[in-house]
Every structure is written in C-alpha cells, then in structure tokens.
C-alpha cells in the first residue's frame, strides 16, 4: 500500500514538470511568431529578419556633432533584432535621414586666442587669430581662414616718448612744435595724430616788446645824430614810430654823406672819391650798378664816383645765358615760370630822403632792364 502512494507522486511530479516544458516551448514558439519573421531571399541567401512587432531597442546613441572635416549623426536608437534606425522619439528612419553635413563655420574646435602683434613704423606685424584642432588651420575673429599672415609696416605706427613740450617763439628766436619721439625711428610726431612732423621750428613772430620813444638827436660837424627810435626788449632791435625797423640809428655828420653799397652801410665825407669793385659769382653774369633810383650808372665792375649826397649802389646780376639768348631761370627749386622776376630782396637802408628801401639782387628771364627799371621806380615812386 505504501508503495503504490510512492509510485503515484512520482508519476504526479514527472507530469507536473513535462507539463511546465510543454508550456514553456509553446511560449517560445508562440513569441518567435509574434515578433519576428525570417524571410528567404530571392537569390537562395539567408532570409532577412524583419521586425511585425515590438521592437527590441538598446540604449539612445547620442549626438555626434558634425565638424569642419566630417558631417555628423542625430541621436538615435537601432533595433538590436531587424537593425532599423529610429529617431531619438523612436520613430523610424532611415540611416541617411539621420546624418547632418560638414559644418565648415562652427565645426571647428578653437584654441584660446593669440592677440595680433601690431605693425610698427620699422617692422610688419602679424594678424591675430584662432586655430582648429580638429583641421589643423587658423582662422579670425569671424571664423574666416587666414592665408596672409603680414600686417604690412605702417609709417605711423611709432612708439613715443613722453610729450616734449612746445617752446613759444618769440621775435628774437624760433619756436619748437609740441611733439613725442618714436623710440623705433627717431622721428618727431605729433602727439595726437602720431604723423612725422618734419619741421618742429616755429618762425619768429613780430610781436615785440616796445620800451618807450627816444627822440632824434640831430648831428653835428664832430658827431653823429641818433634817429628817433623805439627799442624792443626782447630782440633789442631798433624800430621807428609806424614799427618799421631802423639797423642804422646814426645820422651822418655835418658835411658827410651816407653811402650804402650792397646794403652796408658807410659814411665819405662831401666830395670824396669812392671806388666800388662787384665781386664774381658763379652761374652769375654781372649786369651793372644800380642806384637808389633803380638806373644803372655803370656797367663796369669796378666804379668809381664822387660822394656829393646820400647815395644807395646796388649790384646787379643776371643768370648766366643759355641757348638762344635767354636768361635762364636760378638753378634751385624756386618754381618760377617763364617770364617772371626770378627774385628781389629788398633791404632796408640808412638813406635820407629816399623812404630808405635799396633793391640788392634780382634775377630776370626773358626781362630787359628797361623793363626791371620802370618796375624799380614804380617801387620806389610807392614808398616814398
């Protein structure tokens, strides 16, 4: 009896677990069906998995970021089973859908910025830029590439010292211009521009300082007079009331005359004789001697006249002639053109009663001295 209930447990178990496997490869078969179906290839291949229906999906695949070299990919999944491309919201596309183009503007990969080094007065400079370490190139601040390094040499690209101050002129000297030295060249700029200044001097100016008024002395036959004159503190010149400059205060004595040759000034005793030698000058043709009236009272060299009164004697010259006849105009650079008076230097003189103004070098080109003449007494008809 006992026996039989030991037997009949046994076949109860054994029962029980056929029945469990009979379930379990039932499941499988049935699931196999459910989800996937294996379709033969029309050349004889291996069949193809398809999905019919839930698929079997591994972890997102993030971003791949396109570069400046290679395009990128979307987040994504993939079935692990069929191999189909789905979106990050797990709709189904497709392998190309999901690729994104090289990015030749943002996909690069910047270092930090090297600042540009600025050209200078003496030295180019070099531009600023970025590089990519992912195409191995420099770029500029907008994401261009850069193919010419060189800031070319910029003539106002000077270092500069501290700012000199400007010196006044006055009339007795020169001024100098406000300016700051280039360490680099040498050069004097302008503080606030920083252009080259290529002359710092100021001009004298004619603003003197006038002390007050000394009235004439008259002369006698031992003694000079002394002009009425006004002296300036400054540059201790000597100036008459109207401001005019007066370089010889003396009157001659009674009984001698003032006698001005090529500005200087000498005074001969009435009736004496006096001779007068033009000196030699190159590219120069000796014209003759002028007097305060603007004639010519000799053509000789050497004169030689008789002090009667206060007397002004010029000497006059000319260009030496070219081909055909012409003065030619002086050989510097004075811009003149063609017929016009090369130069007169007008002098002021110590002469009585002739507005005391000599002429004491001219040059002419295509000008006869008939015509010089008339334009001397014009000159002098006006001063006085």
């Given amino acids: 009896m006992t026996h039989n209930k030991a037997n009949k447990s046994k076949i109860s178990a054994l029962m029980f677990g056929l029945t469990m496997c009979l379930a379990l490869m039932l499941g499988i078969v049935f699931a196999s069906s459910i989800n996937t179906v294996y379709a033969a290839g029309e050349d004889g291949t291996a069949p193809t998995i398809i999905c019919t229906g839930v698929h079997t999906f591994g972890t997102l695949i993030e971003e791949q970021p396109a570069t400046c070299i290679a395009g990128g990919m979307k987040a994504h999944y993939k079935c692990t089973v069929c191999g189909k491309y789905f979106d990050a919201d797990k709709n189904e596309t ?35 830029y970025k590089h990519c370490s992912i195409c191995d190139k420099d770029y500029d601040a907008s ?39 280039c360490r680099l060249c040498g050069k004097y700029c302008d503080p606030i521009t920083r252009k080259e200044i290529a002359d710092l001097t100021i001009p004298t100016t004619n603003d003197h300082t006038f002390g007050g008024w000394t009235d004439e002395v008259a002369p006698t036959t ?10 300036c503190a400054v540059c201790e010149r000597h100036f008459d009331k109207d401001g005019n400059e007066i370089t010889d205060l003396r009157i001659a004595k009674i009984g001698t005359h003032n006698v001005v040759i090529n500005g200087e000034s000498k005074f001969y005793a009435h009736g004496e004789s006096v001779t007068v030698k033009a000196e ?15 004639n010519i009272v000799s053509t000789n060299k050497s004169y030689t006249f ?54 004491l070098w001219f040059a002419v080109k295509k000008r006869t001295f008939a015509d010089l003449g008339v334009a001397i007494k014009a000159l002098f008809t006006k001063k006085k």
């Fill in 143 to 181: 994401n261009k590439e850069i193919t010419d390094w060189v800031i070319p040499v910029n003539p106002d690209g000077h270092e500069l010292d501290d700012l000199v101050a400007e010196i006044p002129a006055t009339c007795k000297d020169t001024g100098v211009k406000e300016h700051r030295d």
């Fill in 280 to 294: 030699d000058k190159e590219g120069k043709v000796f014209k003759g001697w002028k007097d305060e009236s603007g």
């Fill in 306 to 359: 008789t002090v009667s009164g206060e007397k002004t004697l010029t000497a006059v010259y000319d260009d030496m002639p070219s081909g055909g006849g012409e003065i030619t105009p002086p050989a510097k650079k004075d811009g003149l053109s063609g017929g016009q008076i090369a130069g007169i230097v007008i002098g002021s003189v110590a002469v009585a009663g002739i507005g005391g103004f000599a002429v």
């Fill in 94 to 128: 497709t392998e190309e859908a999901l690729k994104t183009p090289v990015s030749p503007y943002y996909g690069h990969s910047f270092g930090f910025w090297v600042e540009e080094q600025y050209a200078t007065c003496q030295a180019p400079g070099r531009k600023g």
């Fill in 222 to 231: 031992t003694e000079f007079g002394t002009k009425g004159h006004k002296d």
